[in-house]
């Protein structure tokens, strides 16, 4: 039986999830701290309401045992993209994985290592293919 599909997450929240992903557990503040390194400016109580309301919405998990409450990604970052990635699919390019790999492709250069590790996943499936 699969997992159940966790709700899409705005783009807001895919930046939170980003920082979880990326520092592991953390507390609002060291949240709200790394999504303020760059040029964004995002208030400690914007990113604290939108962790509560992703709490809710089953993305993220809080640990309340502590005094900070330090939240975690209740899904890898692997099954998130997976999960939009699908979703994309389905929704702009009819179910064909080939049309979203081209307009991929053909919108943002991919680097050398990232045209090896295409032809070396395209090599496998066709192996997979053979009968």
């Known amino acids: 039986m699969s997992e159940p599909k966790l709700p899409r997450p705005t783009d807001a929240e895919l930046a939170i999830l980003q920082v979880l992903w990326e520092r592991g557990p953390s507390t609002v503040r060291e949240v709200h701290e790394a999504l303020n390194k760059g ?3 995002t208030g400690y109580t914007t990113v604290l309401k939108l962790m509560q309301i992703m709490t809710e919405k089953g993305l993220v998990e809080r640990d309340e045992s502590q005094r900070a409450h330090v ?22 390019f009819g179910g064909s994985p080939a049309r979203l790999a081209m307009q991929a492709l053909s919108t943002k250069k991919a680097s050398a ?19």
């Not at 209740?74 to 994309?88: E, M, P």
């Open 113 to 131: 290592e990232e045209l090896a590790e295409l032809r070396q996943l395209l090599d496998t499936l066709e192996e997979e293919e053979k009968p």
């Open 71 to 92: 939240y975690r990604t209740r899904a890898s970052q692997q099954k998130t993209q997976r999960q939009l990635v699908t979703d994309l699919l389905n929704r702009a």
């Open 39 to 41: 040029d964004a400016s």
